[in-house]
């Protein structure tokens, strides 16, 4: 079932890359503050690569402005994941969360069936905004699609 307003974050293990890989719970990623938790299908996929991370890095000023942490989530694992981060120029404190195995995907129910494209299982394009744990605001989007989950799209929705 997917996660929807109102729901806690689901508690796994991740990675989190910051510069350097390190483990951590996402219950206590998320607990104590807003956090923009943006999902994709994978690291150097065209519109992720191209569109949606880039968006986040262009307006990551913004979300700090607003007191909002930025999250990017992927099946991925996390040597890809601080490779895109380099080659991306993401700035220090925009996570990037390494789902390797999809747990933190599966428990938020918003896995993605890649496989006819050779990808296997991956995270569907999302935004979701939480705070302190609790989701406020999730936004699917809609297969080849990236709208609602934009950079744009959450400031303009979140509003403050």
């Known amino acids: 079932m997917t996660i929807q307003p109102g729901n806690t974050i689901p508690d796994t293990t991740i990675q989190v890359i910051d510069g350097e890989i390190r483990p951590d719970h996402t219950g206590e990623l998320f607990a104590g503050r807003k956090v923009l ?3 994709l299908p994978g690291a150097f996929t ?3 690569s191209n ?15 607003r007191d909002i942490s930025v999250m990017c989530l992927a099946v991925n694992d996390a040597y890809v994941m601080q490779a895109w981060a380099a080659a991306q ?5 925009l996570l ?3 789902d390797g195995n999809a747990s933190f995907t599966r ?5 993605l069936d890649g496989t006819a494209f050779g990808m296997g299982l991956r995270t ?5 905004y939480a705070v302190d744990g609790v989701v406020r605001l999730l936004q699917v989007e809609a297969p080849g699609e990236l709208r609602v989950s934009s950079a744009e799209a959450m400031l303009a929705t979140i509003g403050h």
């Open 46 to 48: 065209p519109t992720c």
């Open 51 to 65: 569109k949606h991370l880039p968006g986040y890095i262009s307006h990551y000023a913004e979300f700090q402005q």
């Open 107 to 111: 428990a938020l129910g918003l896995e």
């Open 37 to 39: 938790l943006f999902g």
């Open 89 to 93: 120029q993401v700035p220090a404190g």
């Open 124 to 128: 569907r394009r999302f935004a979701l």
């Open 96 to 98: 990037m969360l390494a």
